[in-house]
């Protein structure tokens, strides 16, 4: 067989089709970015190759360095990138360029809305890499051949972005890739050696391998230049940034480092920058990404630091060095101490990344209160995108629980505005002289919350309570006992206690009020039966006549749904139903002779509580069946 016969022709995945025909339109106001992708793509290939040689010296000559070259040619309008990295067999170049491999990328391309503006923001958050090529190339070219094989196994690709790719065997010299792009007429910008030049500058000083250019030639005598060899400068500063110290990096550098880890277009929000030495030696270089990505709730979405060990590249996505509720955190972490042969298995096992990992735990938390007190809005904007993660933070980290507190932020019923930016410390701030505990209402949304009975008496002494309307909030509650030597308080929860800011006055009240009504109080629980726990006088009422109180040890409304929805058996728990004495229907009640109407009121007032408090009601047909019955005797 000859090498020429070998071309096959195939078509792109329908995913990575229909992400190429997005990504060419709607990227159109930052092409230059394709560089960013492809120069990153060399550097992650010479990576690879580094950490193959570990186990195969002879992978590596010893006398070629690792490096990226640029060769533009403004009259064929080409543009070339090649690497001595580790290169790709055939059938790697038919995953690698031909499918998407990311989970969840379905579920991706469904949220795009067709609006150019919005997708190319979301496009830019899934990593957009090779395919960028074809937002300023009609065709792209990719001869690869993959350290370690022959000359003659080496593989070419070709495509113009369309529906489809060839793909043959070819020959190359050395091992590595070259991506070849046709530019397209009105792009013949990037085929300027200045252009390059300066986007090189731009997006890949980071980049610890040299990016080579050809040196300008200014002299006159071009027939003398002419026959001169091709004679290559280095045009990057081509030192991995984290080794550099903090004060020699400008922010633009951080930011576009960051874009090269992560993948994400858009600037990170705040980033930590760490050298370690002592019994540990080690740099970290952790950033807060401005917005999630669009598989944060994918359980098998890729998390995790980048790790080097003594600045070689070992491996992407090293999830055993923060926490699952810090996911969110991207960056770089170079050890001195681990292994160079490090696996996945062993890090799992070595004390060294035990250590390491609280160290850097430590660090992001630190980063995020700093970023806190230093700049609310942007902290307000982290918390947005990443707040309800954070929020497993005490449950699944004892140890920091006090130091996620302070990082938490709630709606609050004083806050005037419903976005989750008040801080436990800001609640304990405005706490009332006599008040000891810090009073939360859990809710299906704030909507519910605001209009809850048992916000009343709260409302009425002017007291603060916090609205929780994320799913995870009665979960992550019963990991939290106190903040600041106070005591969390569900105003839902048990028999309410106001403690000092009760006046004995009111207490007289009440107690006075039981008496009088406890044979009503039987009477309620009679008609109501096996429906509820327990019937009382409420302490939380001013304007409604009843409503339901969890007891103090019960499951709430909340992870009951949760527990259902992930089907796992849900415990039967019966509600207190709360009466208000003070209540004028209350007092008709009690002085209702009718036992059946007096069973209707009741079912009604239950049925009240219920939906007050966003719940559901049990039997919504008899809920009517009595409310008209009751409405029609009033026409009488
Ligand atoms: P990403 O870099 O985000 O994984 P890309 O679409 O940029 O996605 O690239 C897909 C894959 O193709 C890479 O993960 C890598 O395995 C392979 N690849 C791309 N460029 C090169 C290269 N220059 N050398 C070796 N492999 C490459």
Same mark, same amino acid.
């Given at each position: 067989?000859?090498?020429?016969? %070998?071309?096959?022709?195939?078509?792109?995945?329908?995913?990575?089709?229909?992400?190429?025909?997005?990504? #060419? *339109?709607?990227?159109? @106001?930052?092409?230059?970015?394709?560089?960013?992708?492809?120069?990153?793509?060399?550097?992650?290939?010479?990576?690879?190759?580094?950490?193959?040689?570990?186990?195969?010296?002879?992978?590596?000559?010893?006398?070629?360095?690792?490096?990226?070259?640029?060769?533009?040619?403004?009259?064929?309008?080409?543009?070339?990138?090649?690497?001595?990295?580790?290169?790709?067999?055939?059938?790697?170049?038919?995953?690698?360029?031909?499918?998407?491999?990311?989970?969840?990328?379905?579920?991706?391309?469904?949220?795009?809305?067709?609006?150019?503006?919005?997708?190319?923001?979301?496009?830019?958050?899934?990593?957009?890499?090779?395919?960028?090529?074809?937002?300023?190339?009609?065709?792209?070219?990719?001869?690869?051949?993959?350290?370690?094989?022959?000359?003659?196994?080496?593989?070419?690709?070709?495509? @113009?972005?369309?529906?489809?790719?060839?793909?043959?065997?070819?020959?190359?010299?050395?091992?590595?890739?070259?991506?070849?792009?046709?530019?397209?007429?009105?792009?013949?910008?990037?085929?300027?050696?200045?252009? /390059?030049?300066?986007?090189?500058?731009?997006?890949?000083? *980071? #980049?610890?391998?040299?990016?080579?250019?050809?040196?300008?030639?200014?002299?006159?005598?071009?027939?003398?230049?002419? %026959?001169?060899?091709?004679?290559?400068?280095?045009?990057?500063?081509?030192?991995?940034?984290?080794?550099?110290?903090?004060?020699?990096?400008?922010?633009?550098?951080?930011?576009?480092?960051?874009? =090269?880890? @992560?993948?994400?277009?858009?600037?990170?929000?705040?980033?930590?920058?760490?050298?370690?030495?002592?019994?540990?030696?080690?740099?970290?270089?952790?950033? #807060?990404?401005?917005?999630?990505?669009?598989?944060?709730?994918?359980?098998?979405?890729?998390?995790?630091?980048?790790?080097?060990?003594?600045?070689?590249?070992?491996?992407?996505?090293?999830?055993?060095?923060?926490?699952?509720?810090?996911?969110?955190?991207?960056?770089?972490?170079?050890?001195?101490?681990?292994?160079?042969?490090?696996?996945?298995? #062993?890090?799992?096992?070595?004390?060294?990344?035990?250590?390491?990992?609280?160290?850097?735990?430590?660090?992001?938390?630190?980063?995020?209160?700093?970023?806190?007190?230093?700049?609310?809005?942007?902290?307000?904007?982290?918390?947005?995108?990443?707040?309800?993660?954070?929020?497993?933070?005490?449950?699944?980290?004892?140890?920091?629980?006090?130091?996620?507190?302070?990082?938490?932020?709630?709606?609050?019923?004083?806050?005037?505005?419903?976005?989750?930016?008040?801080?436990?410390?800001?609640?304990?701030?405005?706490?009332?002289? %006599?008040?000891?505990?810090?009073?939360?209402?859990?809710?299906?949304?704030?909507?519910?919350?605001?209009?809850?009975?048992?916000?009343?008496?709260?409302?009425?002494?002017?007291?603060?309570?916090?609205?929780?309307?994320?799913? /995870?909030?009665?979960?992550?509650?019963?990991?939290?006992?106190?903040?600041?030597?106070? =005591?969390?308080?569900?105003?839902?929860?048990?028999?309410?206690?106001?403690?000092?800011?009760?006046?004995?006055?009111?207490?007289?009240?009440?107690?006075?009020?039981?008496?009088?009504?406890?044979?009503?109080?039987?009477?309620?629980?009679?008609?109501?039966?096996?429906?509820?726990?327990?019937?009382?006088?409420?302490?939380?009422?001013?304007?409604?006549?009843?409503?339901?109180?969890?007891?103090?040890?019960?499951?709430?409304?909340?992870?009951?749904?949760?527990?259902?929805?992930?089907?796992?058996?849900?415990?039967?728990?019966?509600?207190?139903?709360?009466?208000?004495?003070?209540?004028?229907?209350?007092?008709?009640?009690?002085?209702?002779?009718?036992?059946?109407?007096?069973?209707?009121?009741?079912?009604?007032?239950?049925?009240?509580?219920?939906?007050?408090?966003?719940?559901?009601?049990?039997?919504?047909?008899?809920?009517?069946?009595?409310? %008209?019955?009751?409405?029609?005797?009033?026409?009488?």
């Amino acid at each position: 067989m000859t090498v020429a016969s %070998n071309v096959e022709t195939r078509g792109f995945e329908t995913e990575a089709k229909q992400l190429l025909h997005l990504m #060419i *339109h709607s990227l159109y @106001s930052n092409k230059e970015i394709f560089l960013r992708e492809l120069i990153s793509n060399a550097s992650d290939a010479a990576d690879k190759l580094r950490f193959q040689a570990l186990s195969d010296p002879s992978l590596l000559a010893e006398d070629s360095e690792l490096q990226v070259q640029i060769d533009v040619d403004s009259k064929k309008r080409t543009i070339s990138i090649s690497d001595n990295g580790i290169g790709m067999t055939r059938e790697e170049v038919i995953t690698n360029l031909g499918t998407i491999a990311k989970s969840g990328t379905a579920q991706f391309l469904e949220t795009l809305t067709g609006d150019q503006k919005k997708d190319s923001q979301l496009i830019g958050q899934f990593g957009v890499g090779f395919y960028s090529a074809f937002i300023v190339a009609d065709e792209v070219e990719v001869l690869t051949r993959k350290a370690g094989t022959d000359a003659s196994e080496a593989t070419l690709w070709k495509s @113009s972005g369309e529906a489809e790719y060839s793909i043959e065997s070819a020959s190359k010299e050395t091992s590595g890739t070259v991506v070849t792009l046709h530019l397209k007429k009105d792009e013949k910008e990037f085929a300027e050696p200045y252009r /390059i030049r300066s986007i090189v500058k731009k997006y890949a000083d *980071h #980049i610890s391998i040299p990016v080579l250019m050809e040196k300008q030639d200014f002299s006159e005598d071009k027939e003398k230049s002419k %026959n001169k060899e091709k004679e290559y400068e280095t045009v990057n500063a081509a030192k991995a940034l984290w080794t550099r110290s903090r004060k020699d990096v400008k922010d633009d550098e951080y930011k576009e480092f960051y874009k =090269h880890v @992560s993948h994400d277009f858009e600037d990170p929000l705040d980033w930590s920058h760490n050298r370690v030495e002592g019994k540990l030696e080690y740099t970290s270089l952790l950033y #807060i990404p401005g917005r999630a990505p669009y598989d944060l709730w994918n359980r098998d979405a890729a998390r995790g630091l980048k790790l080097y060990v003594q600045r070689v590249f070992i491996m992407d996505e090293a999830e055993q060095f923060l926490p699952l509720y810090l996911r969110f955190i991207k960056g770089v972490v170079d050890s001195n101490d681990i292994s160079l042969n490090v696996s996945r298995e #062993i890090l799992q096992k070595d004390p060294v990344v035990d250590s390491m990992r609280s160290a850097l735990t430590k660090r992001a938390l630190d980063m995020l209160e700093k970023l806190r007190k230093k700049d609310k809005d942007k902290y307000d904007a982290f918390w947005k995108e990443f707040g309800q993660v954070l929020k497993e933070g005490p449950a699944e980290d004892f140890a920091n629980r006090e130091r996620i507190a302070k990082l938490l932020q709630f709606t609050t019923t004083q806050s005037g505005s419903d976005k989750q930016d008040q801080g436990l410390d800001d609640y304990v701030s405005r706490m009332q002289e %006599n008040q000891d505990k810090i009073y939360y209402l859990v809710a299906e949304n704030l909507k519910a919350a605001r209009n809850s009975p048992h916000l009343e008496i709260f409302r009425k002494k002017g007291i603060e309570v916090i609205l929780m309307v994320d799913r /995870i909030d009665e979960w992550l509650m019963s990991h939290m006992h106190e903040f600041d030597g106070k =005591h969390f308080q569900d105003i839902a929860r048990g028999e309410l206690d106001l403690g000092k800011l009760d006046d004995a006055a009111e207490k007289e009240t009440k107690e006075k009020s039981e008496e009088k009504l406890k044979d009503l109080l039987e009477r309620i629980k009679a008609s109501l039966g096996e429906r509820v726990k327990e019937v009382r006088i409420s302490h939380r009422l001013t304007d409604s006549a009843a409503c339901l109180a969890v007891d103090e040890h019960d499951m709430g409304a909340q992870m009951r749904k949760i527990m259902a929805a992930s089907g796992q058996p849900v415990p039967e728990t019966k509600p207190i139903f709360e009466i208000n004495p003070d209540h004028p229907l209350i007092g008709k009640l009690d002085a209702e002779p009718d036992e059946d109407r007096f069973g209707d009121i009741v079912a009604i007032l239950f049925g009240q509580a219920s939906l007050a408090d966003g719940g559901q009601l049990e039997d919504p047909g008899d809920f009517s069946a009595r409310l %008209n019955k009751v409405l029609l005797e009033l026409s009488h």
